[in-house]
């Protein structure tokens, strides 16, 4: 329920609201989603999904479960919930927007809000739980995998923002790695930092390809004891507004 419920609020990002009409009828038949609904709605997802949401892990229920599958049904839906706001034709929908329209949450923004949350204790110079650091994983895992798609229309500007927003990412890393608090947050920041410049390299982009090991999907509902850490469900949930 708690899935379904976000997931009404991520549609919100790139939204429009849709109005039938008939023949003579004037006005458009979709407006976009206003700029600071789009803005609170992604606010309330880096509050309410990606800070950890440990009220969900319940010792009396959870322990009734094979060791590790909290953590792995949390993250999935962490990734997710990134992977669809990252996809294609979300990106297509923000990018429309901003063409027609001055007051407008653009794709730029989005990633600059969802960097902020994701990185804020990389940011702050503080130490990253283990929950945290899956996160922040799977959110340079996802900007890899949308890097390293083909195929694309002439529409599509996914790869533009990725390739970006990983530069931007891993500029952030660099300044902060020789800080980190412990040996373990050094090697955290050292692997993100690998995952990045082997996506933005030509010669290592196939690491990120759909299919690759760590951008899998898994059908959580058939086969709960398949799902880990780097895997999830959310893609069974329609999000269209």
Same mark, same amino acid.
């Given at each position: 329920?708690?899935?379904?419920?976000?997931?009404?609020?991520?549609?919100?990002?790139?939204?429009?609201?849709?109005?039938?009409?008939?023949?003579?009828?004037?006005?458009?038949?979709?407006?976009?989603?206003?700029?600071?609904?789009?803005?609170?709605?992604?606010?309330?997802?880096?509050?309410?999904?990606?800070?950890?949401?440990?009220?969900?892990?319940?010792?009396?229920? !959870?322990?009734?479960?094979? =060791?590790?599958?909290?953590? %792995? /049904?949390?993250?999935?839906?962490? &990734? $997710?919930?990134?992977? +669809? *706001?990252?996809?294609?034709?979300?990106?297509?929908?923000?990018?429309?927007?901003?063409?027609?329209?001055?007051?407008?949450?653009?794709?730029?923004?989005?990633?600059?809000?969802?960097?902020?949350?994701?990185?804020?204790?990389?940011?702050?110079?503080?130490?990253?739980?283990?929950?945290?650091?899956?996160?922040?994983?799977?959110?340079?895992?996802?900007?890899?995998?949308?890097?390293?798609? !083909?195929?694309?229309?002439? =529409?599509?500007?996914?790869? %533009? /923002?990725?390739?970006?927003?990983? &530069? $931007?990412?891993?500029? +952030? *890393?660099?300044?902060?790695?020789?800080?980190?608090?412990?040996?373990?947050?050094?090697?955290?920041?050292?692997?993100?930092?690998?995952?990045?410049?082997?996506?933005?390299?030509?010669?290592?982009?196939?690491?990120?390809?759909?299919?690759?090991?760590?951008?899998?999907?898994?059908?959580?509902?058939?086969?709960?004891?398949?799902?880990?850490?780097?895997?999830?469900?959310?893609?069974?949930?329609?999000?269209?507004?």
């Amino acid at each position: 329920q708690w899935v379904r419920e976000l997931s009404h609020v991520l549609a919100i990002v790139g939204g429009h609201d849709y109005h039938n009409k008939h023949l003579g009828q004037p006005g458009a038949i979709a407006k976009p989603a206003p700029a600071a609904l789009q803005r609170r709605a992604v606010a309330l997802i880096n509050q309410q999904l990606f800070q950890t949401p440990h009220w969900l892990n319940e010792p009396a229920i !959870t322990e009734r479960f094979p =060791i590790g599958m909290f953590q %792995g /049904l949390t993250l999935g839906t962490q &990734r $997710g919930a990134l992977r +669809m *706001l990252l996809d294609r034709p979300r990106l297509a929908r923000l990018k429309l927007q901003e063409d027609a329209q001055a007051d407008s949450y653009t794709a730029a923004d989005m990633v600059r809000d969802l960097r902020q949350a994701i990185f804020a204790e990389v940011i702050a110079g503080q130490a990253v739980s283990t929950p945290r650091r899956h996160l922040q994983r799977a959110y340079v895992e996802t900007l890899a995998e949308r890097l390293a798609q !083909t195929g694309a229309t002439g =529409i599509d500007e996914s790869r %533009g /923002l990725a390739r970006q927003e990983l &530069r $931007g990412v891993r500029a +952030m *890393l660099q300044g902060k790695s020789a800080g980190a608090a412990n040996a373990t947050q050094r090697a955290h920041l050292a692997e993100l930092l690998g995952i990045a410049d082997r996506a933005l390299d030509p010669r290592g982009a196939s690491m990120g390809a759909p299919g690759a090991r760590g951008f899998q999907e898994v059908n959580a509902l058939a086969d709960p004891a398949a799902v880990s850490a780097e895997e999830g469900c959310w893609h069974q949930l329609p999000v269209q507004r």
